[in-house]
């Protein structure tokens, strides 16, 4: 058979080739702007020539402060296209992280978004490899004492339309960097390949997967610097899919404004970007019925929240899982041909877990006496290893915690059922161990989000002199909503154990989260100790 590398220029190539006419719809600060195919292989090419002027070597790493729009989709292609590296930073983690990231990841250009810039203006001179910044707007650059400031528009706009990616690359060489978002200690760098991440992007065309193709029109909610937006800007343009980039602090009404307009199919992020919208859609009439998938990662989706969509708005809804380390997509949720007549409440059961493993890649999942029964019962940790599974950490020895035998150890606690479905249970740290057994903080905090008067809930563990840990449940309320201590333990009550059953309740205006909204348990664990320690 021949042989041929497989590389991140080929997917631009393509959709330049069969798909010019097909668009990109970018939301920037200044308004909505939409762009063929044709027209945003072109601007790479110049983007590509112009970072090669500037000097840019092989394997150098340049960074992107930036939403999801037509200029970081550029970006995307144009750096890897010139055997670069193209470092989605996460501009939402505090200015400390992001100053170590930088300099960690030795950046030699920043692409920032205007909105972004007085992020670089506060720490521009703690950054030590930095040559020079690319403010990504439409207008006139700001006003700064930051050196080598360069206007995006301006800056490319004498690059060579036609230039040519070198034909030299090899699809192992590095091609994306995204740091983890870091709970605890400094973030952790994962670096992509060309081969990575070009059989994810067919990882996410299968049919059982995520099933994208050039039908669709996708908009990913989930951040383009959050795991490359899961991947779905790559997978798009390959397939010439249509894509929609809602821009900078997007809203509710933005999204659900999106998918009216411009019929999209499919839509990702994570489970309080998707509670949001059903709120907007519950205050405001809107035609979503172009939805073929809402796919939810992150964190596991609250049953009450999958029915709403599925029973109130006709709109089908994919769990699926993944991680930094896997690029991120390993698992996807969705019923096989023979389970089509489980009676709903099973059917719904069953698709609120993470799924099953995605073709290509190879599991584990391990207990205290080696790998556990497939009965929906015992718990273990999940090992995965693949083609676009990473195999260490940028620079960091704390690989070697997470990385054993050609395994990755994903931290996560999850059960397995005969059918192969795994559900995450709960993560490694935040498993409550009460008595010698185990209670998963997830199950409980599904179950709470199915309350009505529930909108957010978080479970955490509490010391106990007799039982080791006891689990206290921390809860928002729908606005207007009212509800009681008593009234959520009935409610939980029928469907547990009794001693998984929290100790307290705690109502909450907000529950602190990460900086790609997951619950920061962490944060969340001090405040419930400040809480007691007050009484």
Known sequence: MMKGDLLIP????????????KEVISRTGSGVQRFTYGEIGRRTRQLADKLTQFGIPRGGRVGTLAWNHHRHLELYFALPGIGAVVHTINIRLSPEHIVYIINHAEDEMIFVDEDVFPLVEAVYDKLKTVKAFVVMTDGELPDTKVPNVYSYEEWIKDGDPSFQYPDDLTEDMPAGMCFTSATTGNP????????????????LSMADSVALSEYDTIMPVVPMFHVNAWGMPYASTMLGTNQVMPGPRFTPEILAGFIESEKVTITAGVPTIW????????????????????????????????????????????????????????TVSRLKSYEL??????????????????????????????EVAWNDEDMGELLLRGPWIADDYYKDDRGEE???????????????????????????????????????????????????????????SIPDPEWQER?????VLHEGKMSTKEEILDFLRPQFAKWWLPDDVIFMEEIPKTSVGKFLKRALRDQVKAHYEKQ
């Open 402 to 460: 997470a990385f054993v035998d050609g395994w990755l150890h994903t931290g996560d606690v999850c059960t397995v059922d005969e059918e192969g479905v795994i559900k995450i249970v709960d993560r490694t740290k935040d498993l409550i161990k009460s008595g010698g057994e185990w209670i998963s903080s997830v199950d409980l905090e599904n179950a709470l989000m199915a309350h009505e008067a529930v909108f957010e809930a978080s479970v955490v």
């Open 341 to 370: 007549d489980l009676p709903e409440e099973e059917r719904f059961k069953k698709r609120a877990k993470q799924g099953i493993l995605v073709p290509g890649l190879e599991m584990k999942v391990v207990g205290g006496g080696g």
């Open 471 to 475: 689990p206290v449940a921390c809860v």
């Open 275 to 330: 509670m949001a919208l059903l709120k907007e859609l519950e205050a405001k009439s809107y035609d979503v019925s172009s939805l073929r998938a809402v796919v939810c990662g992150g964190s596991a989706a609250p049953m009450g929240m999958i029915k709403t969509f599925e029973q109130t708005y006709n709109v089908p809804f994919l769990h699926a899982y993944g991680m930094t380390e896997t690029s991120p997509l390993a």
């Open 188 to 203: 952790k760098g994962v670096v992509y390949t060309h081969r990575s991440t070009v059989l994810h992007s067919m990882g």
């Open 10 to 21: 080929s997917l631009i190539e393509r959709a330049e080739k069969f798909f010019p006419k």
